[in-house]
């Protein structure tokens, strides 16, 4: 009996100042991001800013730019820490036209009003 290796992705995540903060790391493809696309489109149609700290990718390929677009249409979603061959790929195809990408997690967290905490 084969045994299918289970990639996990999706490292640490966490809530802050009114965002849901996804660690992802890794190769992010059509193998790897299998069992947790749906996760993450769950969890963007859950949230009102979804951050993805993106600083452990190690390669991206189109299954990766296809989830992140299709995330961009259920929530608002924030980038952070891309690596430079990310950038690059999303430079070649336009997507850094409608992407939002941040140098940090704590750039890309939403403003907190003064005097409320949020």
Known sequence: MDVVPSFTVLGK????RGAWVV??????????????RM???GTAAAVPVLVLELSAVTFADSTFLNLLLLLRQ???LRLADVPHAMVRLLELTGANEVLRLYPSVQ???????PGTGR
Not at 23 to 36: H, I
Not at 107 to 113: G, I, N, S
Request: hydrophobic content about 35%.
């Open 13 to 16: 995540q966490y809530a802050c």
């Open 23 to 36: 660690s992802v790391r890794g190769d992010l493809d059509l193998a790897s991001l299998a069992d947790q």
């Open 74 to 76: 259920a929530t608002d």
């Open 39 to 41: 996760r993450l489109q």
């Open 107 to 113: 750039d890309a967290l939403p403003e907190t009003k």
